[in-house]
Structures are given as C-alpha cells and as structure tokens.
C-alpha cells in the first residue's frame, strides 16, 4: 500500500475544508483511494491529511503540481510537510 501523510496548519477549517471537499474529485482522478482527517487535538489549526494513493510517484506529481499548490494557497494552507510512505505492516489489537 502507498501512503501520503500531510501535516500542515490552516488559516481558517471551515474555508480549508470547503476547498478539500470541492477538490475531491480531482483528488481521486489523480489517484487517491481513501482519506482519513486528523486534528491535533492542541491545535484545531494543525490538520493531518491521511490519505491511500495508488502510486507515489502520482501523489507526488500531484501534490507538486502548480496547480495544487494554488489551490492550498488559496484554502489557507501554511507551510505543509509531506510524507510520502510505503506499508510495512498492519494489524487489529
């Protein structure tokens, strides 16, 4: 399975999500299967962006795309970090 975990802070999480909503389309185009979104729980700002791709390399053409790049600059997004990750296991405790 292929990952991208993104950890970035928000201006606003009601405009930020109404982009990311908007933009799910596009999202799965490009190759992204599920998502899950995370909120630090000290900071409603930090969001964490979870998401299965079905190859890295297309999440991260994606991700670095001019066109994705406006997108999060006009959600209000500062300054995200990219993981981009590959499983190495998983299991139910």
């Known amino acids: ?13 009601l405009v930020w999500k109404r982009i990311f909503d908007h933009a799910a ?6 190759g992204e299967i599920r998502y899950q979104l995370l909120r630090d ?3 409603a700002d930090r969001i ?13 053409r994606f991700f670095e795309s001019p066109e994705l790049v406006k ?11 990219f993981l981009y990750l590959t499983e190495l296991a998983h299991g139910v405790l």
């Open 71 to 81: 997108i999060r600059e006009n959600a209000g997004v500062k300054a995200p970090h």
């Open 25 to 30: 389309e596009l999202r799965r185009n490009a």
């Open 41 to 43: 729980e000290r900071d």
């Open 1 to 13: 399975m292929k990952y991208v975990l993104i950890i970035h802070e928000v201006a606003d999480y």
């Open 48 to 60: 964490v962006h979870f998401s299965e791709w079905s190859s890295l390399d297309v999440a991260r």
